[in-house]
């Protein structure tokens, strides 16, 4: 149980604006923080010396949303959803229970996904460990957001993943691509999301200011980069499987440079985003730059990914109605 001093002080450095700050007032009368009390409450809200909201910093408010941490956990826990469909549906044949789906904003349903006929022990074992770790992220930035948490949105693992493979040019026009159809289709979409979760949480770091949200989110950073490890490993064993009707090539190991071509396309004018191999057909498990460090997404060009756009929106690709929460709109590149 947290004292009602560390309690308040945690609510003011979660949320750097009013809005944000009552909402997460709100929730903390509903979960954990439950024993901030009335007497906290009013301290907060009569705005005494020691619980005052903090004034937001000159980077907030160049950044102009002023955004909390309650919204970039929001943002993550759309991202999770997405992850944890994917690859539940993948391995089990079904997705989240509707009990982890609800919470603010509109919920949506999840268009496309079936369980994968994995050719190889290995593989299977891969997405099933994944599955259960996607599966607690969600169930823990639930739990953490309270009350707060938003809900799942619309979610479309069909028509998406087409359009995405279209853009990278691995089906032919007029053809479509089924993530679920193969094992290697299968792992050609899993990297399409890995890599971004990996910058996802990257570039969301510097926006969380609550000390013990950060160390979580560094957690799941770290668990996603092992995730991107081992899908990156897995297609860069697979050098000649067969890919499903319509595919252009055989490997998968230049089916990622495409794919990671295509990513770069819509996150801006940077080329950051790497595939498998290097431009010398050699191995490029780890994606880093120069001094062997990952790249960074803003939450903006995420969305520009799983919204499959370089222009400013609110909705498109995987996430045809929109994400839920306050940041939910695409980079305009």
């Known amino acids: 149980m947290f004292g009602k001093r560390y309690a308040a002080s945690m609510i003011n450095r979660s949320a750097e604006n009013d ?25 907060l ?52 229970a509707d009990s982890m789906t609800t919470g603010t904003g509109t919920r949506g349903g999840v268009t496309g996904g079936r369980a994968v006929r994995f050719k190889t022990k ?50 032919k026009p007029g053809h479509s691509f089924d993530a679920f159809a193969c094992e290697e289709n299968f792992l050609l979409a899993a990297f399409l999301f890995e890599d971004v979760g990996v910058t996802a949480y990257k570039g969301a770091a510097p926006l969380i200011s609550n000390k013990t949200y950060l160390e979580a989110a560094a957690g799941i950073l770290a668990v996603e980069a092992y995730h991107a490890g081992n899908i990156r490993s897995a297609l860069y064993q697979h050098t000649d499987g067969i890919l499903g009707l319509g595919l252009l090539g055989r490997d998968l190991r230049e089916a990622s440079v495409k794919l990671s071509n295509a990513r770069d396309s819509l996150d801006g004018p940077t080329d950051d985003d790497q595939g498998v191999i290097d431009s010398h057909g050699n191995a490029n498990i ?45 980079a305009a590149n």
Do not use: C, W
């Not at 004034?55 to 956990?73: I, K, Q, Y």
């Not at 994944?130 to 809900?151: C, N, P, T, W, Y």
């Open 122 to 171: 290995a593989a299977k074992q891969y997405a099933q460990e994944i599955a259960g770790d996607e599966k607690a992220h969600v169930q823990f930035l639930r739990s953490a957001l309270g009350s707060a948490a938003v809900s799942r949105p619309a979610i479309d693992l069909q028509s998406s993943f087409t359009a995405a493979a279209q853009a990278a040019g691995l089906v």
């Open 45 to 96: 809200a009569t705005g005494t010396a020691a619980a005052a909201p903090a004034r937001p910093s000159a980077r907030a408010a160049a950044a102009s949303a002023e955004v909390s941490d309650g919204a970039v956990l929001n943002f993550a826990l759309n991202l999770e959803y997405l992850e944890a469909e994917f690859y539940l549906h993948a391995v089990t044949g079904k997705g989240l």
């Open 19 to 43: 809005q944000d700050r009552r909402r997460f007032l709100k929730a903390a009368g509903m979960t954990g923080l439950g024993v901030v009390g009335a007497g906290a409450l009013g301290g």
């Open 286 to 330: 780890v994606p880093t730059d120069a001094n062997g460090i990952a790249y960074s997404r803003s939450p903006g060009q995420v969305l520009n990914i799983v919204y499959l756009t370089n222009k400013a929106a609110t909705s498109g690709g995987f996430f045809p109605k929109g994400v839920n929460g306050e940041v939910n709109t695409s």
